[in-house]
Each structure stands twice: as structure tokens, then as C-alpha cells.
């Protein structure tokens, strides 16, 4: 067939790229509507901390003009007084939107985190501002510490004894990953050649970039079983016993399969780090824990191995903001590989960040992460724009003013909405599984047609077809966009379903378009047998 071949080359590619073919198709038929479940950007956006962040903005402008230095020019804002004038213009502005919710954060800030109202409002106006480089660059102090309480609400499960972490607020979670990969390199924690354990199936980025020349690391899945609500079995952690295994990177909730991981498969991997694997690097991108309820990241389990990113993107609606955050436990055991290195590599080390740190031989890994970001030379101006910062922290203070979750319901009902009516569309019974962000979902076709059409069918199904041929035919035939979820090294010809970013009528329509493609290739075959 020529689609067979056709489809055979983009095979190679990643499913982001294959999206964009599959996109092309469905656009050339004027005569449906597309609809494109690939991207995982969410169609809702949080409306109160935005409210809060834009009203902040119209007193910081206040407080800058207070000092003019030409018509239209403002000046440095001046921290004594700023807490009685920031009350005054809620007073003044009270009714209008934003204005509650700043005197909410406020007495927060104040009465809880029992901050010093001039010293937050300050730092605040200053970063809303942007009139000065990030200070310090891996994140403003005060900015980290209300991140840090928010990130100990929702992903260490409010234990605050597990300690504290060190916070790097990057242009996202991508950015991060970018970040902990240089370093890790760099700094001589992973060596070309080392072994490293992906929990699979997984977001195709972190397959992709171990495989580069730049660190040419050896993979080895750590595979989620579909048909126990895609957990990791007990044989698999058990790899991660392996010494040769120098690093654990997951994705949790998963991503494409949208499942954390169960308590009883955080303490199996924290028994074996505590007892046999004290070395193991864990990294743990923690994007969709918000979406389960009760969630807690590997973090909370493994601190001192643990290197979290979180980005803000998913949960507010702000992927366009680049919002996201590193963390790493203030005792690590990255800081001590460091600085365990023999005296060739500590040597090579103190030069390459000596320009930078005065005592480069104790500069923290989080601290050279945020230097390798601007590639050393420009550590200067390294760190993420504080008009940034300062929206992380209205999106963090937003939640942790929120004491009864109301936002958390808001958004968790979105999606297990859709989740409900795209199975219902199908035709199957949704799972049933409250380890499920319902963020995404994942939909095993060969499994859809056994269960509907018989074993036989999907043999058939399977032998016939390339892999991609399904989500190929659905955007060319049904004009609907998935994601080939055998990319993510989910099983070969299933689809991965973002259920963020369409209205919640199209997943009807996309669960009747899976169906009703399925039923064409069955009549296929059944005509084939006659």
C-alpha cells in the first residue's frame, strides 16, 4: 500500500512531529471540523490569581510613579510605607477584580507565612516590575519560599518535616529537564555509556534526549502494566536494584497513560533506595499530581535522591507563560557525588565555574544547574524573569489560601468530565481508578477490537497495519488528531487522548470517530474472508 509506506517514514519521527502531519491531513477537509486531542494544553485558565497578578501590576505602576523621572517614566519603587499605600489601594479599588483576592494573599503572607509585609510587597512590585535582573538569579527569596509551601502542599503531602528544598524557577518543565541533563553531564553524576531506567510508558522527550550524542546514556524500561492500572510491578522496580542502573527518570502522574503511582510502589522504591541503592538518582517530572487527590511525589519518599521539576502549565491554563520549577533536597546526594569526584575531576570543575563562585569546589548542584543555563559565561543574567516569579506565586498563593480545594475540584471535574464521556462514546466502560489524573488517557486499539470483534480481528489488526496506520486513517478519514501512543512506548497502536483541551462535546465525537474507524476496519476484514 502506498500509505503503508508513507507511514513506514514517519514512524521514525517523534509523535510531535507525526502530529503535525496528522494535523495537515485533517485540515484538508473543509468539510468536517477538526479536532486535535494531541497537545496537552489545557482550555481553561485560572481567572482569580491572574485578577490578583494585573491589579498588582496597576499599584506597582502607582508606586513607580511616585518616584517620575521623566513624563511617562517612572522610577524605583520605595519599600518604607509600601504595606499602609498597597492597603489604601485595595480600599480604594475594593469591589473590583482582583482587589479580594490580593487582601486574601496578603494576610496570608503575613499572618500565616508570617512574613514581613514590606519586605513580600517589595519584593513583589519590584519583580511585577522587571526593572531589575532576578536577585538572587535561581529564584527571588521570598518568591521561593511560597513556592516551596506550595509544592509541600501538593506534592510531599504537607509534611513539612521532610525537609527543605532548594528551588531553580526555569521557563517551564521543559526547560528544566534541559538544565538537570547539562548538569548531570557536566558535573560527572552521568557518564556516556552509564544505564538509566526510564518508567515507561513515558512523555517521548525523555527517550529521545538520553539517546543524543550529548550523553549517549544506555536505556532500560521500567515498564507500567497496562492490565493493573498501569502500576509498576514489583519485578520491575526490582531492576532498579541493579547497580549498573545509575538513574530512575519517570514522568508521575504518567504521561501518556495519566496514572501516579500507588503508595505501596512509592514505599517499594523507597525501601530499596533506603536499604540496597543509596546511590540511585531519582528524577521525577511532577506536572499532573495536582489532577490526584492525596497525590505524593517520589520526592516525598526518596528526598535526598529526588530532583523534582513541577511546572505550573497544566494545572493554571498558563502554558504560554513558561512556568516551572526545580527542586532539590538542601542534603543530596548530588552535592555529595560532587564532592566525592577524584581531585582530575574537581579540578576541571573549579574551572569551569571559577569565574562565577568564589569557592567553586562547594557550589551547590542546584547553583550550577542555574549556570549551566546561560552556559557559565553568562551566569549574570541567568534566571527566570521575575514578572514570572511573581505569577508563580500568585498561582501557588491562589491554592494555598484554598483551604476547602475548591479550585483543585474545579479542575479535577474538567477533565474526569470528558475522561467519562469519551469511554462512554467508545462504547466501554471507563476505568475506574483514583490514581487517574484523567488528564490523558490511553486507549489500547488491538485490546478494543479483541474485546469487541474477537482475538482473531486484532491479530488481523495488528499483522496488517503499521502502528500509526490508526491515528493515520482517523485524522485523514474522521479529520480527529491523537497522539500514536506506541511513541511513548505505550503498546503499539493504542492512542493517547488529551482530554484538556477541547470542549467537552468533542470527546464525544472523538470517542464515536475511534469507534466508528474500528467498525471500517473490521468490515474490511470481514469482506476479506468471504
Known sequence: MQRSAEEKGYEALSPFELKNKLI????????????????????????????????????????????????GLGGVAQKEG?????????????????????????????????INGDDFLNEMVDGILGDHYPTPDRMLTLCERIVHKYL????????????TFDLFATEGGTAAMDYIFTTLAENKIIHKGDKIALGTPIFTPYIEIPRLNDYELVELEVKQDENSDWQYPDKEIEKLADPAVKAFFLVNPSNPTSVSMQQKSLDKIAELVNTRRKDLIVLTDDVYGTFVNGFKSLAAAVPHNTILVYSFSKYFGATGWRLGVIGIHQDNIFDKRIASLPPAGKEELHARYCTVELDP?????????????????????????????VLMVMFSLHCLVDKKGAYKSMAQD????????????????????????????????????????????????????????????????????????GGFDAPNMSVRVSLANLPDSAYDAIGKGISSLLEDYYNTWKASKK
Open 24 to 71: 495537515s491531513m485533517a485540515e484538508t477537509h473543509h468539510e468536517r471540523m477538526m479536532l486535535n486531542a494531541g497537545r496537552g494544553n489545557p482550555n481553561w485558565v485560572a481567572i482569580a490569581p491572574r485578577e490578583g497578578f494585573f491589579r498588582f501590576g496597576l499599584f506597582a505602576l502607582e508606586e513607580s510613579q511616585r518616584t517620575p523621572h521623566r513624563p
Open 82 to 114: 509600601l504595606s499602609k499605600r498597597f492597603e489604601d489601594h485595595l480600599a480604594k479599588n475594593s469591589g473590583k477584580p482582583g482587589a479580594q483576592f490580593l487582601k486574601d494573599i496578603f494576610s496570608y503572607v503575613c499572618n500565616t507565612l508570617k
Open 152 to 163: 509541600e502542599q501538593e506534592m510531599l503531602g504537607g509534611d513539612a518535616s521532610i525537609g
Open 361 to 389: 569546589d562547594h557550589m551547590k548542584a542546584i547553583d550550577r544547574m542555574v549556570a549551566d543555563s546561560r552556559s557559565v559565561a553568562l551566569h549574570h543574567t541567568a534566571g527566570l524573569s521575575t514578572p514570572q516569579q
Open 414 to 485: 474538567i477533565v474526569a468530565k470528558r475522561f467519562k464521556t469519551l469511554y462512554a462514546a467508545v462504547g466501554i466502560p471507563h476505568p475506574v481508578n483514583a490514581y487517574d489524573a484523567h488528564y490523558y488517557t490511553t486507549i489500547d486499539i488491538p485490546t478494543l477490537a479483541a474485546t469487541r470483534y474477537g482475538k482473531d480481528f486484532a491479530e488481523y489488526l495488528v499483522k496488517s497495519y503499521e502502528p500509526i496506520d490508526f491515528v493515520w486513517r482517523l485524522a485523514d478519514e474522521k479529520s480527529i488528531v491523537l497522539m500514536d501512543g
